[in-house]
């Protein structure tokens, strides 16, 4: 049983109902460990970004609790919560309103009480961090899609939160741009960060996750690594997820006896290489899969 | 040939420089050409020249040969492309204008003129054909994201245009709907003969459906062809799903596969097929020796 | 919040709803019209009544009470103003005013709750207004829920970056609210130049004259309700 130190946000049969009348979570119950990357997947309308926004006290709960560093949201405001939960949404042009990068960046941290000298600092490294320094002093609105999306993570970086939450990171973004947010999914493991990233990207997540919490339905389903969850064919057509371009071709193979077990294989290479194995082995007579 | 462009350039108003320049494409009935490229490479732009948005909505200077259904968007208004070209928006919030889904439908078909009774039969059909007949007193707010999408391309459908254009369409929709709705175009393409052509950053969900594949960097067309074949040209570019990486994989193993279709299911059943050539081979040789 | 309720249509299968719109319109218009000619208490409570009654055989009253509800400070203001600043310190027209406030407010909300944005821009058409600006009615509608999320959602994202607005004094909280403006701003001119490239590649805007696809049919009952409007109006005025 994890210590309640390892736990940076329990949510205990948390119940949540849109005031128009809709029941968005329905029993929810969750550990997000520190340090870890989680992945919160399923089809649109199963709840998750309504469940992450109880994580910074956006929506508060119906019925159950959601407790943060074990502060109970219902006793914070959000403004008091977004110094531990950063929150970065999927439309950046949501929050964009100042004059300037600089002074957009500096906002969070001028709100949270730091001295001006400590703003500077962290306006700067926030900046150079996700390349933009160089137009701090241009307008926030002037900016190509790309760079508004790294400028709000810059803002959330800027005041540095302990836990990281990320709406769709990838949504709408071009290869490089991927490429880019996945550069800061590592480095925010390397500042030993907690992330929970709300994604339907599975590709994304068989690179960059320790575990995934399934939901369907306003429910949690499965939790577990991403390796044993995003295999189980039956949880992925409950929860109307696409399974990973791999797995999708290992069953394939395996129904025809290429595979023995269900492998997943996230990396290419490394099933290119077992493949060949089995394509060169059958061909020496030897048993067909490994 | 439904579309015609060369020697493409163009310019906003009050800027030095050309987002499109030089620029080659044709498109004839019934391909589905997947149009993709960086963020900012003019995509949506060239997308909005293929209706007479730009140069009418937007000014700015056009220079070059277009056609499209036989008319240069200098020379004819917007609403005279209208007929011919259907073009869905990224965001379904901003192209649904009623409160029920059947006078949507209805209002592309008003703007028209076409009788009432015209409109009225292919309202029914639509309703029918896109699965929006339960619906058709509903709200758009009262849609899912892939209702909205699906009654978007139905209004715009429904005006039997030759020439579909999409403007990531899928963006805000989860990759099992997104496969849908991506499904459901390239239907028409071959139903009825509707030249589409689809803005896409996803590569894993478009794929599956595109006939053809056209790469713009910085304004121009760098490639244009078979699909897997463009992909593994600009795999730099656009990124490389992981099926095809394992194909590139297995070519480095001295494993050639013959791959038409770019989707997982494609690779594995050629991996299966290759596998059995192989132990047939292999059974000849060991017959022959003994 | 629930003043706004009360322009939200929702739809509902009651005689009234089923209603020609113009049916409805006029008995607004005639209510509103007959408030701002009455001078007595009894004939405004009248009124008042009326549209009560009406409300529960089109099942609203709730919401209908919702709107009294929002309107009885204002309309407490206007009775307060009028007794103390009047020429003579009798408060009976002070009152006959405040009352006039609740009738006029009620009445006119009694049609918006009960007719569809776009039947309210068939009304306008039947009256002969241009597609343009009866589509800029419902399109007005058809964006207030959109406009309610995006206002949540500026709020939301501020409120991440450390910006208060649930706790603290009045002022700082006003303040506080200032900074959604821009974000807003910028955020719906966006989506009404995306509204009107969409408005365009669907046709709008040709020098065509468009089809009228759905067109307003008064019912025998229509007229029925018409006479009845007006008996009432003439027992109002001789009684």
């Known amino acids: 049983m994890p210590s309640d130190e390892d736990v940076a946000i329990r949510v205990r049969d948390l119940y949540y109902t849109y005031p128009g009348g809709v029941e968005a979570l329905k029993g929810v119950n969750l550990e997000v460990y520190h340090g870890e990357v989680l992945a919160i997947m399923g089809e649109n309308g199963a709840g998750k970004t309504t469940l992450v926004k109880h994580f910074n006290g956006i929506l508060k709960p119906s019925r159950g609790q959601v407790l943060v560093k074990g ?76 760079e508004r999306k790294r400028l709000t993570i810059a803002s959330v970086l800027a005041y540095d939160p302990e836990i990281i939450v990320l709406d769709e990171p990838t949504a709408g973004q071009d290869y490089h741009q991927k ?15 907690t992330v929970v990233m709300v994604t339907h990207d599975v590709e994304f997540v068989t690179e960059h996750v320790d575990r995934v919490a399934i939901m369907a339905k306003g429910r949690i389903i499965a939790t577990g690594p991403p390796q044993k969850e995003l295999c189980d064919m039956q949880l992925l057509r409950e929860a109307r997820l696409v399974a990973p371009q791999l797995v999708k071709l290992s069953l394939i193979l395996r129904k025809h006896g290429l595979l023995n077990e269900l492998e997943y294989e996230r990396r290419a290479d490394k099933l290119a290489l077992k493949l060949t194995e089995v394509l060169k082995g059958g061909a020496d007579g030897g048993s067909p899969g490994l | 040939m439904m579309v015609r462009v060369s020697g493409l350039s163009y310019r906003y108003p009050g800027s030095e420089s050309w987002v499109l320049r030089d620029m080659h494409f044709e498109a004839d009935a019934g391909e589905f ?75 592309g078909l008003e703007n028209l003129g076409l009788p009432r009774e015209e409109i009225s039969r292919r309202v029914e059909q639509a309703l029918r054909e896109y699965q929006l007949a339960e619906l058709r007193d509903r709200s758009p707010y009262e849609l899912s994201g892939g209702q909205q999408q699906r009654l978007a391309i139905a209004s715009v459908m429904v005006m039997q245009p030759r020439v579909l254009v999409l403007d990531e369409p899928t963006a805000n929709l989860d990759p099992f709907t997104a496969a849908r709705i991506l499904a459901l175009v390239r239907r028409k393409t071959i139903e009825e003969g509707v030249a589409a052509i689809v803005i896409e950053h996803r590569l894993e969900v478009a794929l599956p459906f595109a006939t053809r594949m056209v790469v713009m960097v910085d304004g121009q067309v760098v490639d244009d062809g078979h699909p897997v074949e463009v992909i593994a040209r600009q795999k730099h570019i656009v990124g490389k ?31 299966v097929r290759a596998y059995r050539v192989r132990k047939l081979a292999e059974r000849r040789r060991r017959r022959d020796s003994s | 919040m629930e003043a706004l309720q009360a322009f939200r249509f929702k739809r509902e299968n009651t005689v009234i709803d089923r209603a ?52 009885l400070p204002l309309s407490a203001i206007i009775f307060i103003l009028n007794w103390l600043f009047g020429p003579q310190a009798d408060p009976v027209q002070p009152l006959v005013l405040a ?44 964006f207030v829920p959109t406009l309610a999320l995006d206002v949540e959602a500026v709020m939301h994202a501020l409120q991440s970056r450390g910006l208060e607005l649930e706790r603290g004094g009045f002022t700082k909280r006003a303040k506080n609210y200032l900074y959604l403006m821009v974000p807003l701003i910028v955020y719906e001119v966006r989506r009404s130049l995306m509204a009107a490239e969409a408005l365009e590649a669907r046709g709008f805007g040709s020098p065509r004259r468009p089809t009228r696809y759905q067109e307003l049919h008064a019912k025998a009952s229509d007229y029925f309700f018409i006479i009845l409007l007006a008996l009432y109006i003439v027992l109002f005025l001789v009684l």
């Open chain 1, 179 to 193: 490429e880019k947010i996945s550069e800061i999914v590592r480095l925010l493991r390397l500042m030993n960060k």
């Open chain 2, 33 to 107: 050409i997947l149009l993709v490229g960086p963020s900012g490479c003019g995509k949506s732009t060239f997308a909005r020249v293929l209706n007479g948005l730009i140069p009418h909505f937007y000014g700015g200077e056009l220079l070059g040969e277009v056609e499209v259904c036989g008319m240069d968007p200098r020379e004819h208004p917007t609403y005279e492309f209208a007929e011919c070209v259907g073009f869905v928006f990224q965001n379904p919030e901003n192209q649904l204008f009623f409160t029920s889904v059947e006078r949507e439908l209805a209002f």
């Open chain 3, 20 to 71: 020609d719109p113009r049916a409805r319109v006029l008995l607004s218009l005639s209510l509103a019209a007959l408030s701002l000619y009455a001078q007595s208490v009894e004939k405004q409570l009248l009124i008042i009544s009326t549209v009560l009654v009406v409300a529960a055989v089109a099942r609203r009253l709730r919401k209908l009470a919702g709107v009294m509800k929002a309107a």
């Open chain 2, 241 to 271: 799903p992981r099926a095809l990486e394992l194909v590139e994989h297995l070519a480095r193993e001295g494993i050639y596969l013959e791959v038409e279709k770019p989707s997982p299911e494609h690779v594995a059943l050629s991996i």
């Open chain 1, 71 to 146: 502060i109970d949201t219902r006793h914070a405001s959000v403004a008091e919560l977004s110094r531990i939960v950063g929150f970065v949404f999927q439309n950046p042009d949501h929050q964009l309103f100042a004059d300037t990068v600089y002074e957009e960046v500096a906002f969070a941290l001028r709100n949270f009480g730091y001295p001006e000298h400590v703003v500077e600092n962290r306006v700067r490294w926030a900046l150079n961090l996700m390349d933009l320094w160089k137009y701090r002093s241009k307008s926030p609105f002037s900016l190509s899609v790309g």
């Open chain 3, 99 to 142: 009352l006039r406030f609740l009738a006029l407010s009620t009445s006119l909300s009694l049609f918006f709750m009960t007719t569809s944005p776009d039947e309210l821009s068939l009304l306008l058409e039947s009256m002969r207004l241009p597609r343009e600006y009866s589509m800029l009615v419902t399109m007005s509608f058809r």
